[in-house]
């Protein structure tokens, strides 16, 4: 069983930085994509970024294009998330998520192994 967890968010004014953290135990990753994703209340969780375990291909939602960057350390098998220049409306809960090959990488139903979730708040 794939066990996630989240950490690194909190509050930061807007233009900061905050890094995400998703450490990932339970499997063999190697052949995974990791996602992160995120949500406001009573919104639908949207794409952020993703990335492939083994070829490190990576994917971002054009909102967060040229600000956010997404890794992973294959060692700690972790995947980060790194938030630059960050603005109010990037303000959400935000998820990581991994699956076996998806066939969409950057849709959340294609996923089944979710976090507990981490709070960005921006201030403006």
């Known amino acids: 069983q794939v066990q996630l967890v989240e950490s690194g968010g909190g509050l930061v004014q807007a233009g900061g930085s905050l890094r995400l953290s998703c450490a990932a135990s339970?499997?063999?990753?190697?052949?995974?994509?990791m996602g992160w994703f995120r949500q406001d209340p009573g919104k639908e969780r949207k794409f952020v970024a993703a990335?492939?375990?083994?070829?490190?291909?990576?994917y971002y939602a054009d909102s967060v294009k040229g600000r956010f960057t997404i890794s992973r350390d294959n060692a700690k098998n972790t995947v980060y998330l790194q938030m630059n220049s960050l603005k109010p409306e990037d303000t959400a809960v935000y998820y990581c998520a991994a699956e076996r090959s998806p066939r969409r990488v950057t849709i959340d139903r294609d996923y089944d192994s979710w976090g507990q979730g981490t709070q960005v708040t921006v201030s403006s």
């Open positions: 990335i492939t375990w083994s070829r490190g291909t990576t």
């Open positions: 339970g499997r063999t990753f190697s052949s995974y994509a």
